[in-house]
T-cell receptor, first 113, second 112 residues
Framework: EAQVTQNPRYLITVTGKKLTVTCSQN?????MSWYRQDPGLGLRQIYY???????DKGDVPEGYKVSRKEKRNFPLILESPSPNQTSLYFC????????????FGSGTRLTVV | GQNIDQPTEMTATEGAIVQINCTYQ??????LFWYQQHAGEAPTFLSY????GLEEKGRFSSFLSRSKGYSYLLLKELQMKDSASYLC?????????????FGGGTRVLVKP
């Protein structure tokens, strides 16, 4: 089944403790992206990647890191999480062109206390 | 920068029609998408417009006017399960590649 797999689905952590949210897609998509979704603010892009070893900042990249060492994986790293990073996170992937749109992962609900 | 506007909330009756408008101001327009999102779940793709006109897919239709920076999503024969948020997203052609930017979403409540 074609899908984007995110883990974990839920995570509660403490301020300053490094964490990684994994994202993997099995559709051979070139393009992958991370979004956070907060009430009243909609989906905001954190980072995106056009292909292996090609990444760029989105609209809200501060406090996050990403890497794209393989085409299928695009992990999101929070080196020192803070409470303002409490949010619902989505990974998404797509072909680089065409009208197929993004396929989204199921989401990761992160709480930083 | 880019600005994508859509109403925050709409209410409609089961069996009726609802039209959700989306206006955008962007540079480098390269397509407009509509997504449906149920509470706490991932957005799912509904439609894509890159040329002016109407695209119809069953009960859902989407319209685009590039000169006006305007799109709408039309939901016909509303069902209770259509209660969800509907997200308008614009794809921009950037030097680094395509970028998809979302509006704030329109929450649609379908009443019996």
């Amino acid at each position: 089944e074609a899908q984007v797999t995110q883990n974990p689905r839920y995570l509660i952590t403490v301020t300053g403790k490094k964490l990684t949210v994994t994202c993997s897609q099995n559709m051979n998509h070139e393009y992958m992206s991370w979004y956070r979704q907060d009430p009243g603010l909609g989906l905001r892009q954190i980072y995106y990647s056009m292909n292996v070893e090609v990444t760029d900042k989105g609209d809200v990249p501060e406090g996050y890191k990403v890497s794209r060492k393989e085409k299928r994986n695009f992990p999101l790293i929070l080196e020192s999480p803070s409470p303002n990073q409490t949010s619902l996170y989505f990974c998404a992937s797509s072909l680089s062109r065409g009208g197929g749109g993004y396929t989204f992962g199921s989401g990761t609900r992160l709480t930083v206390v | 920068g880019q600005n994508i506007d859509q109403p925050t909330e709409m209410t409609a009756t089961e069996g009726a029609i609802v039209q959700i408008n989306c206006t955008y101001q962007t540079s480098g327009f390269n397509g407009l998408f509509w997504y449906q999102q149920h509470a706490g779940e991932a957005p799912t793709f509904l439609s894509y417009n890159v040329l002016d006109g109407l695209e119809e897919k069953g009960r859902f239709s989407s319209f685009l006017s590039r000169s006006k920076g305007y799109s709408y999503l039309l939901l016909k024969e509303l069902q209770m399960k259509d209660s969800a948020s509907y997200l308008c997203a614009v794809r921009l052609l950037k030097a680094a590649g395509n970028k998809l930017t979302f509006g704030g979403g329109t929450r649609v409540l379908v009443k019996p």
